[in-house]
């Protein structure tokens, strides 16, 4: 019987209690203040319901850094001789108003990143080898900037966007057997994200 009363009384005691002290609490107009005790003849007061202003949080990480470890462990992964040059490919990217990643997947599709392209040509995009015709670079950051203004200025400054609508220039047969190239480069698009 003494387990019953005490059970009633917890039930219904505890929550009167704590809406009871929630009401009283609220009604006030002032925070509720007390002091600690006395320590070398101070008293500081507490505040319970005090504001506290904090000072604003500022990452120090950029997105452009998250980029260039992006296409750094992308090229690392594939072992490509671009590695060294992905701040390069960022900061051309950003220089032209281009994906920051479509430099990167065009030389994965056309080269293998650099792996099967013309002798001492630099050239891992393909950008304008038609049969024999070479078109050669004296080094990667001459290329990679060669390539992204010729893209810029020929294809998305005339509306070429997606993989899909610069195909259509870049590699006209490709359109004629259902697109390959467009597939190949949307889907290295979507491992750099």
Known sequence: MKRLIWALTFSFGAPALVVWS???LSSRQEPF??????????AAPIYASAEISLPEFRPSLTTADARVTIIENYLARFDSPLMP????LIETSDKYSLDYRLLVAIARQESGLCKVMPENSFNCWGYGIYGDQVLRFKNYPEAINSVAQ???????DHGLNTPQEIMSKYTPPSVEIGG???ISVSKFLSELE
Request: charged residues 10%; aromatic residues 18%.
């Open 22 to 24: 929630f009401l009283i």
């Open 33 to 42: 203040t007390q002091s600690y005790p006395q320590v070398l003849g101070t």
């Open 85 to 88: 040059y992905a701040r390069h």
């Open 150 to 156: 010729g893209l810029k200025k020929n294809y998305i």
């Open 180 to 182: 390959p190239w467009a």
